[in-house]
């Protein structure tokens, strides 16, 4: 069974789409916070920008990003 | 300088005075949020973010954008004609202007031009015919518009006098003609309502300083959806730092770079202050103003109004005993400010036949009130 208090992460490149996503969770009363990635064993060219959320929300946040056409680079779950 | 007994009427150059509350957030940004935006995840930088992600949102709500992220943050108004321009066209293509653009349209235009990459097309804007209606003018856009037509360029509202453009009419043209519509918006932005959507614009291109209360070195591109330019300038934009190509999406892939936050952040309330004060409210006040300005001029002798039935923010007019260079520094002399010359609108004076020496532009802003024009007239009364 997933922890849920364990942190889901999404990455979508900018910032300025991090901050569009944040606002769209907001208001779908899902908290979450805006991190960085700059690993590049992480799979990413260089910085990029994502979202933190509780990964009991993933289902929701997948279908508000999805309606906000916000495309996802990639969805990971922090160990 | 002490400015509080100066007339301010160049507000078509730039706003004058900047609202307080404007200088405020500029000043309080510097010294409590000063992070660069995309440059970390600390507070400060996400501070930073957040403000200019919210100068995004507003500009959306005030233009009936297509989404913040479509808000390009640049210099102003010139650069984002040259950002839509250069980014956008290809070689072979012809461009529509009209007869009334600024030379941030024509200049780039004509370049691109010489170099033998487009070939270029002017239309008739109808300023100073009577039979002039958004039909007339869109056949004769029609009749000038090759297969290999694919952008049109057209200011909302002309610098040199109040005469605005169907935008509406030429946008649903546009659309129908697979044509991108770019607008230039620097004289018609807080001063006029636009409708991105609604008016079917491709590109919308907007100063910061002007109707927006904002400060100099700061505006906006907004690309409609579908619109993606390549930009011009390449650097650090904070996103895939390990590529060598400046890829992604907008707003990002346009901005390389640190952005002028603080700037940005005066904007943000400069926009505020646009929409509490409502655009129709503003519009109404400064045509008020033209018609007090219009009236009292034609009544000196010697001045005659250009395009006087235009009824706006901006005033045009020629003194038949002084040029008008003259006549705006013997104004100068008298606290009063306004502008001399060409206003960087060599097409437009060519269409009015001021080319020989220019006219003199009275442009009004949403702080100038009828004592502002009533010391205007009695100074030009004045003056022999």
Redesign the interface.
């Known amino acids: 069974m997933k922890d849920s208090s364990i942190g889901c992460r999404v990455d979508l490149?900018?910032?300025?789409?991090a901050?569009?996503a944040q606002?769209a969770l907001g208001e779908a009363a899902i908290p979450s916070r805006?991190?960085?990635n700059?690993s590049?064993s992480f799979g990413?060219?260089?910085?990029?920008?994502g979202l933190q959320f509780s990964c009991s929300q993933r289902q929701n946040v997948e279908s508000v990003l999805a309606g906000e056409g916000i495309r996802v680079k990639r969805w990971t779950q922090e160990s | 300088m002490d400015t509080r007994e100066l007339i301010y009427l160049d507000n078509a150059a730039t706003s004058f005075p900047k609202p307080s509350s404007v200088i405020d957030r500029m000043s309080d940004f510097m010294k409590y949020h000063g992070g660069n935006?995309?440059r970390?995840?600390h507070k400060l930088a996400?501070d930073a973010?957040?403000a200019i992600?919210g100068c995004?949102e507003r500009l959306c709500r005030l233009f009936d954008c297509d989404?913040?992220?479509r808000v390009c943050f640049c210099s102003g108004a010139t650069e984002a004609l040259n950002i839509a321009i250069k980014g956008l066209l290809r070689r072979g293509d012809h461009v529509l202007i009209s007869d009334l653009e600024h030379n941030a349209v024509l200049r780039p235009i004509h370049r691109l031009w010489q170099d033998g990459v487009i070939e270029y097309s002017v239309f008739d804007s109808m300023i100073d015919d009577e039979r002039r209606s958004p039909s007339k003018i869109c056949a004769s856009i029609a009749s000038l518009m090759r297969k290999n037509t694919r952008m049109l360029i057209c200011t909302g509202a002309s610098n040199i006098c109040s005469a605005t453009m169907p935008l509406r009419e030429i946008g649903e043209l546009c659309r129908k003609s697979g044509v991108i519509f770019v607008v230039d918006a620097a004289q018609c932005a807080g001063h006029l309502p636009i409708s991105q959507r609604d008016m079917g614009i491709d590109v919308l291109c907007l100063p910061g300083h002007k109707g927006l209360l904002g400060a100099q070195g700061c505006g906006a591109v907004v690309f409609g959806k579908g619109i993606e330019p390549k930009g011009l300038v390449e650097g650090g934009n904070?996103?895939?730092?390990?590529?060598k190509e400046m890829k992604?999406?907008l707003?990002?892939r346009l901005e390389a770079g640190t952005l002028p936050a603080p700037a940005i952040v005066g904007l943000s309330e400069g926009a505020r202050i646009v929409e509490e004060l409502g655009v129709e409210r503003i519009a109404e006040h400064e045509r008020a103003l033209f018609r007090l300005c219009r009236d009292a001029l034609e009544r000196i002798d010697g001045v005659r109004v250009l395009c006087p039935s235009h009824e706006g923010s901006v005033l045009l007019f020629e003194h038949e005993r002084f040029g008008s260079e003259e006549l705006a520094a013997r104004l100068s002399d008298m606290d009063i400010c306004v502008r001399g010359g060409y206003h960087c609108c060599a097409l437009g004076h060519r269409r009015l036949g001021t080319v020989k020496d220019g006219a003199t532009r009275v442009s009004f802003g949403v702080f100038n009130s009828s004592d502002d024009v009533e010391r205007l007239c009695e100074a030009l009364a004045s003056i022999y």
């Open positions: 490149g900018a910032l300025t789409l901050l569009k606002k805006v991190v960085k700059s590049s990413s060219k260089g910085c990029s920008y | 935006a995309g970390g995840a996400l973010a957040e992600y995004r989404g913040a992220e904070g996103v895939s730092s390990l590529e992604g999406d707003p990002e």
